[in-house]
């Protein structure tokens, strides 16, 4: 997966677009003019194979270096795990993502992966083993075979073929004008929003991470499409340890675990049906918000 090597400062790499939307597209020049990130320490390791457990240890970060925007954070998830991080909004679900990633490191803490320390293990080496699957998935000025083969650049036309079919993309990539070589632009014209989340999930499979996270889009996409991406996402995290910034209620129901986030803390964690059992703040939530888009997310 090459989707995270490129340097911060190349404005046109998908890097800066995971950023923007990992971190808010408004943050984006703001963390690309003050944040170098720090290289790698001298002793990191690399890591040529990644089963996918990820530990959080205590975990607490500051932005600012001064307020907590997480706190005490501490989870496990084992190796092909599906957790779901759920919470209001700045209650710090993407902050938590941006740690796993290591866009940002722990001011206090251990972040674990398969038991290594993150920090120790060289960025480059971490990241080829993660890839995403984005809300706004980026696209580039290429063609859909180009679009894919990104996660994998070595990948032959068949694979990349392959991909699409595992991923759902095959058949609306074969109805377009030139099939695989149809040009896309860089805005994403011309191909719809659930379209673009099912190249996405190609990339992603052809990138083969242990690692994922997903940003689960909110803006509604039409029935079918919906099913499509549905069914791919499951081919594509089957095996894989998913982290995902929930919105619908069937994800969310799916997943191993499901982390509450509020006010940068853990509030809750279990399963679905752990949580509603405690009849605590996911109880409610279920009650008040999710019950009523049950019908959108079935
Ligand atoms: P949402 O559901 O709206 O995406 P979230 O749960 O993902 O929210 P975060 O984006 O992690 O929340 O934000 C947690 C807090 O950290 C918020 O107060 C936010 O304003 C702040 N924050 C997020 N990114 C940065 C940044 N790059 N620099 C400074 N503060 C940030």
């Known amino acids: ?29 703001d963390i690309l003019d003050e944040q170098e990130e720090a290289s790698d320490e001298k002793q990191a390791i690399e890591l040529s194979m990644v089963k996918g457990e990820v530990e959080f240890d205590e975990v607490s970060f500051s932005y600012d270096g001064d307020e907590d925007t997480v706190q005490h954070i501490s989870f496990r998830a084992s190796p092909g795990e599906s957790v779901a991080l759920v919470g209001p909004t700045g209650a710090g679900k993407s902050t938590i993502i941006n740690l796993i990633t290591r866009f940002y490191e722990p001011d206090k803490g251990r972040i674990l992966i398969d038991g290594h320390e993150s920090r120790s293990i060289k960025r480059e080496s971490l990241r080829s083993h993660m890839a995403f699957v984005l809300q706004d998935s980026f696209l580039f000025e290429g063609t859909v075979r180009e679009n894919i083969r990104y996660g994998r650049l070595d990948a032959s036309d ?14 609306f990539i074969k109805r377009m004008p030139d099939g695989f070589d149809t040009l896309l632009r860089q805005d994403g014209s011309g191909i719809s929003q659930g379209q673009r989340q099912l190249l996405s999930i190609s990339r992603a499979i052809l990138a083969d991470p242990s690692i994922l996270i997903l940003d689960e889009a909110t803006s509604s996409i039409d029935t079918i499409t919906e099913l499509k991406i549905q069914e791919g996402l499951k081919r594509l995290m089957k095996g894989r340890t998913s ?3 929930a919105h619908r209620l069937n994800t969310i129901q799916q997943s191993d675990q499901i982390l509450v986030i509020e006010s940068g803390r853990i509030i809750e964690k279990g399963s679905h049906d752990e949580l509603l059992r405690k009849k605590g703040f996911y109880h409610g939530l279920y009650q008040n918000q999710f019950k009523r888009h049950a019908a959108r997310a079935l």
């Open 1 to 29: 997966a090459r989707q995270f090597t490129r340097p911060l400062n190349d404005l046109s790499n998908q890097f800066n677009t995971l950023l923007s939307a990992v971190a808010g597209a408004d943050r984006v020049f």
């Open 158 to 171: 068949e694979e990349v073929e392959q991909a699409a079919i595992a991923a759902n993309a095959y058949n």
């Open 243 to 245: 982290f995902i910034i």
